[in-house]
């Protein structure tokens, strides 16, 4: 079994900054694409950002310039850097791991979600 484990959430205020972590644990070989997802409330779950092993990146046109994300391949880390938040990044934010490869499978997982609140 995988898990992720999130961490770094929070309240911030407008223009501030917070950096999300995700590691994942388990038996892992290889992972191929780690991402941040968010969730805001009587919304639908939506990308933020995700990257490769390669280290390509792909994000939401909503958080592009500001939002950065990073991997650490050998600790099976992701990072999402945050700044110049706003009200409406408010949101669960939960971390994505796809096509991870355990040997036997490849499986996608997700973490519990971590809250960011963005408000004055």
């Known amino acids: 079994q995988v898990q992720l484990v999130e961490s770094g959430g929070g309240l911030v205020q407008p223009g501030g900054s917070l950096r999300l972590s995700c590691a994942a644990s388990?038996?892992?070989?290889?992972?191929?694409?780690l991402g941040w997802y968010r969730q805001a409330p009587g919304k639908q779950r939506e990308l933020v950002a995700d990257i490769t092993s390669g280290g390509s990146t792909n994000y939401a046109d909503s958080v592009k310039g500001r939002f950065t994300i990073s991997r650490d391949n050998a600790k099976n880390t992701v990072y999402l850097q945050m700044n110049m938040l706003k009200p409406e990044d408010t949101a669960v934010y939960y971390c994505y791991a796809g096509r991870v490869n355990q040997g036997w499978r490849a499986s996608d997982y997700w973490g519990q979600g971590t809250q960011v609140t963005v408000s004055s």
């Open positions: 388990g038996s892992i070989i290889t992972i191929a694409t």
